[in-house]
Structures are given as structure tokens and as C-alpha cells.
């Protein structure tokens, strides 16, 4: 089934702050909230109203305060989701990515350090080596890695928005690994064009694209039903098939010319 995101989600602090509800008490919204469902790890985005499925997540250096610096996303699943004595961590599927608006590059003199603790795992134009954290006595999990945006020589580009993708594992010898999904990280660019980012690679890159974007139903087919979908999103991001954040004309266009079944 073709994946839709429903809304670009921007970790920044600013919206932690705005998106706090008591419904949510128990988790940190903004935060990768990570489940266990048929014998694999899931990711899915804490909102103000529950959690949804997602596998393309943002978030702006410099949101603590620190420059080119950030320790969002955390990583969140509830008390008993693993086993207790285990341990989970993540692995790179790419290296760190440049995007530049219509495509993403592998990154020439910029470095992703990852690290908790003592843990460091460097990231450049190839995919490294992660590492895995204890999982709680409970069997729950948050953690909170930090990113820093680096040069390995020289300067830093002024500003710029990066990528990769990267999938979670348990150790417990029983749960299979999560499906890859990717980390978005914005530095110094707005937050218009970091959702821009997030929309073009979920649209481009998460499982190599999805196959039939005019869809929005998931049945298949495009019909009356993704056509009635499109319409009532008119004006806001809620059908957005361009990537360009809004729901109009343009994507009208392209659901009526992708008509009918699912190639």
C-alpha cells in the first residue's frame, strides 16, 4: 500500500512546547514513538491527538540553544515494549545527505556526529556503524541522541538542509528490525523549506517512492473517493501530491491524469 503523509512534522522546540496536551502526559510529543507490532519494530510520530504512522522526521539545529547542535527527535516506546536486558539501537542505510531542492547529494566536506554518552558514530558521504542503548527496566525506551553538524576540515557551508536514512534493532534475537526511515536536519534554512525537504523525500525516497501518489484512499485505484479527499484538503497540505506544501490546482491536475487503477 502506497505510504501518504498526512503532515510534515517539524521537531523544533517551538513546537514541543505548542503541541503539549494531557492526553499525551506519557509520551514527549515531537518525539519517534517506537512500537512492537507483528514481530517488528514500528516508528510513528507523537501529534497533540495520538500517534500516526511516519517514516520521514525533521528537525532544526540549534533548537537548544546550542548551534548546529540538536537532540531531536527522541527516541520513544512505551513501558513493556521490549525485554528488559535488551538493548536497541539504529544503524545508517546512507551517508549524510545535502538536499538541494529537487534531488539529495551525498555530502562533500560536512560530518553527522551522533553520540550518547561515550557512544559516537561519525556520518560523512558513507553509511558507519551505529550503536545499541539498554533498554529500561521497564521495557520501555527514550533516548535522546545528540547530532552535531560538523566540518571535517575548513568551514561549513552558511546553511543547508541534510538527510539519511536509518533503520532500529533490538538485540533480543526475536524482534525483526524497523523499516527504514529517514532523518531530516535543518541548518539555518526556513521551516518552509525544511517541510519542503520532508515532503520530497517522503515522496521520493521512502521505499523508493511511492508508486502511486494520487492514491490517497489506499485502495488501489484512483477514483471518486480520492478525488472527494483532494478536494476537502483544497487549500491546506492534507493532499499535497507536489511537495510544495499546499493542496490546489496543480495537484487536482495530477490525480485526474493518474485516473483509474494503480499502474
Excluded at 73 to 102: D, I, Q
Excluded at 200 to 223: E, F, K, Q
Aim: include cysteine; charged fraction near 15%.
Amino acid at each position: 500500500m502506497p505510504f501518504h503523509a498526512s503532515a510534515v512534522r517539524t521537531l523544533s522546540a517551538s513546537v514541543l512546547a505548542a503541541c503539549c496536551a494531557a492526553s499525551l502526559a506519557a509520551q514527549h510529543i515531537g518525539d519517534i514513538n517506537l512500537t512492537v507490532d507483528d514481530g517488528a519494530i514500528h516508528t510513528g510520530a507523537t501529534t497533540a491527538t495520538g500517534v500516526e504512522a511516519e517514516r520521514v522526521f525533521g528537525a532544526t539545529f540549534g533548537d537548544t540553544g546550542v548551534a548546529r547542535f540538536t537532540s531531536n527527535p527522541g527516541f520513544e516506546a512505551a513501558p513493556g515494549t521490549f525485554a528488559t536486558g535488551s538493548r536497541v539501537g539504529f544503524t545508517p542505510r546512507t551517508g549524510l545527505l545535502r538536499f538541494t531542492g529537487s534531488a539529495v547529494e551525498p555530502v562533500a566536506n560536512e560530518r553527522l556526529e551522533v553520540k550518547f554518552l561515550t557512544l559516537v558514530s561519525v556520518l560523512g558521504a558513507e553509511p558507519v556503524p551505529g550503536f545499541d542503548l539498554a533498554v529500561q527496566s521497564n521495557g520501555g525506551w527514550h533516548r535522546h541522541l545528540g547530532f552535531r553538524l560538523f566540518a571535517a576540515k575548513g568551514s561549513l557551508p552558511p546553511s543547508g538542509i541534510y538527510a539519511f536514512e536509518l533503520e532500529l534493532y533490538s538485540n533480543d534475537g526475536v524482534t525483526l528490525p524497523s523499516a527504514p526511515f529517514w532523518l531530516v536536519l535543518n541548518d539555518g534554512r526556513s521551516t518552509e523549506e525544511l517541510e519542503a525537504a520532508v515532503a520530497w523525500i517522503d515522496a521520493n525516497l521512502v521505499d523508493g517512492g511511492a508508486p502511486c501518489p494520487a492514491d490517497l484512499d489506499g485502495d488501489g485505484a484512483i477514483g471518486a473517493s480520492d478525488l472527494a479527499t483532494l478536494l476537502a484538503a483544497w487549500g491546506t497540505d492534507g493532499a499535497d501530491l507536489s511537495g510544495d506544501g499546499l493542496t490546489d490546482a496543480g495537484d487536482l491536475a495530477t490525480l485526474l491524469a493518474s485516473w483509474g487503477a494503480c499502474p
